[in-house]
């Protein structure tokens, strides 16, 4: 019993360090990582190196994957790719509904590109769209707000999903992890849509709501600013050729080896690793450059993307230190055979995940921490085949989505942006993301009754 009670203190700890006390993640991990280690009773001389070769272990492979990553997303946001992507979208569907062309919008850009830039580049077309086509600003939001929180919690190459795989050992099945990503997230965001949909005819009651029934179309000027937009075949193909590839490289791997074992499979099991991939994705991204000097350009970008990688990588290293810590004491054993007399199976690293997103805000971090504490209990709670991995980071993601609230930044965004009061954006955004946890997870629970 003193096990348990050890492993809900630090869970504690994190999440009181990180909510309340607004300690930063990293080394709010990294305390909880020393704490586990001296609670445990792990031998002094070992602490330090099962923390540090956590720690380099899991950004050995991952933190280059998610550098690269996230700068070619910095390049499709900055080059106006964004905008170009939603036109394509807008053009193919048309303009009968609306809600739907939203989310599936929002579900392909958040891909490449973090759920709250994508929401702000693509604010202006949202209320552009809603004023054309007579929709409620609020509807239109949601929509769009719970297509961009789809794929940030379920599709590699966003970080947080990467570094979950990472954690669980399936850096090298990524193509998996994005095939059945991809079905999830599509789950999630039709449910979200549907929940949007029943604010058709809300108008927003927050400060400033008035001025945008009032606001003129200034989808153009958003485009113009930009200058020169690049073509869908450009903005599209440093985010899907990688995936693409990646998904390539996963098939020829498969245990039947579908495409022999000579050239083809060399090349593609090349091509196909994820660093490999998005090394190609990144040069594809430099067609996208548009000023003269694009050397000096290029290196903005990387200097961009890597600010804003740099916390998500020490987040990740992290949360890799303090799952080796667990990894090494006998916590792993003891819960699960806990958890496999309770039968909950699937359904713990959703509440686990779910329970720190709603009490620290950050998806990102929920997907690390839960991913690093449940790695130990895999085997012994059935999950330690590589589909019950898969399936596994698909329950942490869809714990991580629920709920968005007032301590998550995401929310803030599209409350602002949207001029909802918080009231109002509680009953509109957090539900929507209540209901797409939920619904994500009834889908996960499914596939665990047909793929395990």
Known sequence: ????????????????????????????????????????????????????SGFGGILGYIGLVIVLGTIIGIILEKSGAAITMADVVIKVLGKRFPTLTMSIIGYIV??????????????????????????????????????????????PPTPGPIAAAGNLGLEHHLGLVIAVGAFVAAVAALAGMLWANRFKDVEPDGEGAAELKEQIDNYQELKQAY?????????????????????????????????????????????GQPLNALMIGLLLSLLLLKQTNKIAEFSERISQGLVVAAPIILITGAGGAFGAVLKATPIGDFLGSSLSALGIGIFMPFLVAAALKSA???????????????APLLGDIGLGTEMGRVLTVMAIGAGAMTVSHANDSFFWVVAQFSRMSVSQAYKAQTMATLIQGVSSMAVVYLLSLVLL
Do not use: W
């Open 227 to 271: 200058g020169e937009l690049p073509s869908p075949a450009k903005a599209f193909a440093p985010i899907f050729v990688p995936i693409a590839l990646i998904c390539l490289g996963t098939v020829a791997n498969l245990p039947a080896k579908p495409v022999g074992v000579e050239e083809l499979y060399s090349l593609l099991n090349f091509l």
């Open 360 to 374: 620290q805000g950050s998806s990102t971090v929920a997907l690390v921490a839960t991913s690093a504490l449940v």
């Open 1 to 52: 019993m003193s096990l348990i009670l050890i492993l809900i203190a630090v869970i504690a700890f994190i999440v009181i360090a990180t909510s309340k006390f607004k300690l930063h993640p990293f080394l709010t991990l990294l305390i909880a990582s020393f704490i586990a280690a001296f609670a445990y009773g792990l031998p002094s001389a070992d602490i330090a190196k099962t923390i540090t």
């Open 110 to 155: 958040s891909i490449p590109v973090f759920c709250d830039s994508g929401f702000v580049i693509l604010n202006s077309l949202k209320q552009s769209m809603a004023n054309r086509m007579k929709v409620s600003s609020v509807s239109m939001s949601v929509a769009l707000a719970t297509g961009l929180y789809a794929t940030h919690t379920f599709v």
